[in-house]
């Protein structure tokens, strides 16, 4: 019974009106908590078979607690479509000046009560959301496949990482502490590390869930709330977080979801009760929010692009390095900052190195997203499809060798025949001077490159605007550690890649970010420092 009444003052938030029969049903469903239940008021369709099945009829908004419809008829509206089957998924619902100042609210009042609880109660909240996470793993995951188009398989890993990171700054909320400093005569100086406020975050379109998660968690463990936009092609996911919070204990308020593009982005960055900014997208798009938010000198955090390096030694074990070439270049079907696409090799494993590369790349299972045995999806939408198989048209043009894939892909399966898949592609005979190797492609292509010594491949791997990530395959473990120092990355690999705990800090160098993500050294980032002088004598004055 508790439950439906915060239901029904979610809905009276919302409407600022009388309950219609229509939602005190929803409400007494949702009330019960079951994950089924919900999802059923929100998902319809079969779940756990493939996709085409999955519509999505609830409003994606969220805030005052509860989905929100925006009701004003030209409030903007926009088909997201799914990636496996091309087929519209549901109609997004565009957020103005009015949604986003509600939700800006909504987030204020939630930080007047959050930010006053002990980080033992607010540790308890995260804990109880991350449980929650935990038991709707494979809802959440089906729902980020067919919103995104990447395999069941890694979708599964996206939501265990959101898991985890709310679960470790669960932890830090409760060890959140300043310093004690003892001066003359008694007297002493104090620190404070104090929460921001309203914080927004704004997700990319790759990691939607894992992204949301990698934002909020740190930021309410430091005490702030969050006003959240997820990427206008991917808006499913960032609301099932929004519920868990709520369903988990946290204030109404305290993790806000608004939907819509580059007019919402914009409107929440100017917003004057935002006290931070934290991005996940272009280094183009990246400049512009942090420009904006320099007009209200608000602090950033920017997760921006990359064009990483992967350098393998003729001294490396082969089968591992071929395996650590291939995690950097095709997860998420290519669409990963941190792909490793620059592929250095040394010259004399070269044909080696390429024979087992080609083999392992045309042996990876393309299909549908939603079945076990797939390991390669739908790229996320039709326009970024043809943008990829364009680069790839001109690599050829500018004289690389396509050693395998690079061209559109029709499963078998008739319902997928208008999806956004093309096979994972391997460049061979790169220079450094090729569009494929100087810009991201952000989809499945590697751009293979031979290198003679180690001087020369790190002055090439250093050459670029970009410092993300960066990578080495060796068994010298003293050239290993060598080459990570003089690389220019701020996120680096040894005999391995694309592996990111959520106990160390993500972010790069250079015109990649700024700022980081994961790690204790991510609550620098959402917290501010007071410094507190105690005097215990007399004041000694000059006047």
Known sequence: MAGLIRTLQQIRCERGSKFSVREMKMALLSSLGTPGLRGALYYTGTRSSSSGTLHIKEPLNFWCGGRVNIKDVKAKSEPVYEPATGRVLCQLQACGATEVDAAVRSARAAFTVWSKLAGMERARVMLEAARLIEKRREEIAEIEVVNNGKSITEARLDVDSARLCIEYFAGQATVLSGQHVQLAGGSFAYT????????VGIGAWNYPIQIAAWKSAPAIACGNSMVFKPSPVTPATAVLLAEIYSQAGAPEGLFNVVQGGVETGSLLCHHPDV??????????????????????????????????PVIIFEDSDLENAVRGALMANFLSQGQVCSNGTRVFVQSSIVPQFLKEVVRRTKAILIGDPLLEETRMG???????????????????????????GGEPFIPTDPKLKDGYYMTPCVLDGCTDDMTCVKEEIFGPVMSVLSFDTEDEVLRR?????????????????????????????????????????????????KASGIGRENGQVTIEFYSQLKTVVVEMGDVDSLF
């Not at 404070?192 to 914080?199: N, Q, S, T």
């Not at 272009?282 to 602090?299: D, L, Q, Y």
């Open 192 to 199: 404070r590390r104090e929460p921001l406020g309203v914080c």
């Open 378 to 404: 739908a790229l996320v939408s039709k326009p970024h499809l043809e943008k990829v198989l364009g680069y790839v048209d001109q690599a050829k043009k500018e004289g690389a060798r396509v050693l395998c």
């Open 275 to 308: 006290a931070k900014i934290s991005f996940t997208g272009s280094v183009p798009t990246g400049k512009k929010i942090m420009e904006m938010a320099s007009r209200g000198v608000k602090p950033v955090t920017l997760e921006l692009g990359g064009k990483s």
């Open 461 to 509: 791997a250093n050459d670029s605007s970009l410092g993300l990530a960066a990578g080495v395959f060796t068994k010298d473990i003293k050239r290993a550690h060598r080459v990570i120092e003089n690389l220019q990355a701020g996120s680096c690999f040894i005999n391995n890649y694309n592996i990111t705990p959520v106990e160390v800090p993500f972010g790069g160098y």
